[in-house]
Antibody
Framework: EVQLVESGGGLIQPGGSLRLSCAAS????????MSWVRQAPGKGLEWVSV???????YYADSVKGRFTISRDNSKNTLYLQMNSLRAEDTAVYYC??????????????WGQGTLVTVSS | EIVMTQSPATLSVSPGERATLSCRAS??????LAWYQQKPGQAPRLLIY???TRATGIPARFSGSGSGTEFTLTISSLQSEDFAVYYC???????????FGQGTKLEIK
């Protein structure tokens, strides 16, 4: 079964750091584009970052310079290192495969999400 | 940056009727557009990719159409489980900024 499971969320003070993990099963992370998407409470979806199969990484302007996407091929796991966190980073963070797998095919599957709350 | 605009923000439809949701892009996407369904407390679920291809396991009552800058998601004969929020998303290759629309809430009339 193709599945993604996120972990690492929690309550963190402004200016702090947190690392999210996304463990994949049923497919190989390094053979796919992998993305992070977030959703602030009661709001819509916001794309955050993507890592290509070749390792190139890209970010939304709102997180550029503060967040870093990476992967550990031996653990088949995707990460999001979040530094200099702000109150506006409070959201449920989802990892997702895509938008490219064997073809351009959107984001599928998605993990269940992990909540990050930035507050003093 | 490509801006995605969905309309209407809220759509009230009776069960068994047809729902038509719209998504407009600020520049041409070719067919690099996806639709997602999200229910409260759940992760989004991919419905449509490539503007018109149903994802695996998605019922035939869901259909997508359009290309360029104008796209439509149609749900024929609404079922109770279809009432949710729907998002469109562009995934143009470059620049890799895979923006979402603001969502359309489909509610029971």
């Amino acid at each position: 079964e193709v599945q993604l499971v996120e972990s690492g969320g929690g309550l963190i003070q402004p200016g702090g750091s947190l690392r999210l993990s996304c463990a994949a099963s049923g497919f190989t992370v390094s053979s796919n584009y992998m993305s992070w998407v977030r959703q602030a409470p009661g709001k819509g979806l916001e794309w955050v970052s993507v890592i290509y199969r070749g390792g190139s990484t890209y970010y939304a302007d709102s997180v550029k310079g503060r967040f870093t996407i990476s992967r550990d091929n031996s653990k088949n796991t995707l990460y999001l290192q979040m530094n200099s966190l702000r109150a506006e980073d409070t959201a449920v963070y989802y990892c997702a495969r895509g938008p490219y797998s064997s073809s351009w095919s959107g984001f599928d599957p998605w993990g269940q999400g992990t909540l990050v709350t930035v507050s003093s | 940056e490509i801006v995605m605009t969905q309309s209407p923000a809220t759509l009230s439809v009776s069960p068994g009727e047809r729902a038509t949701l719209s998504c407009r892009a600020s520049q041409s996407l070719s067919s690099n557009l996806a639709w997602y369904q999200q229910k409260p407390g759940q992760a989004p679920r991919l419905l449509i990719y490539g503007a018109s291809t149903r994802a695996t396991g998605i019922p035939a009552r869901f259909s997508g159409s359009g290309s360029g800058t104008e796209f439509t998601l149609t749900i024929s004969s609404l079922q109770s489980e279809d009432f949710a929020v729907y998002y469109c998303q562009q995934y143009n290759n470059w620049p890799p900024l895979y923006t979402f629309g603001q969502g359309t809430k489909l509610e029971i009339k």
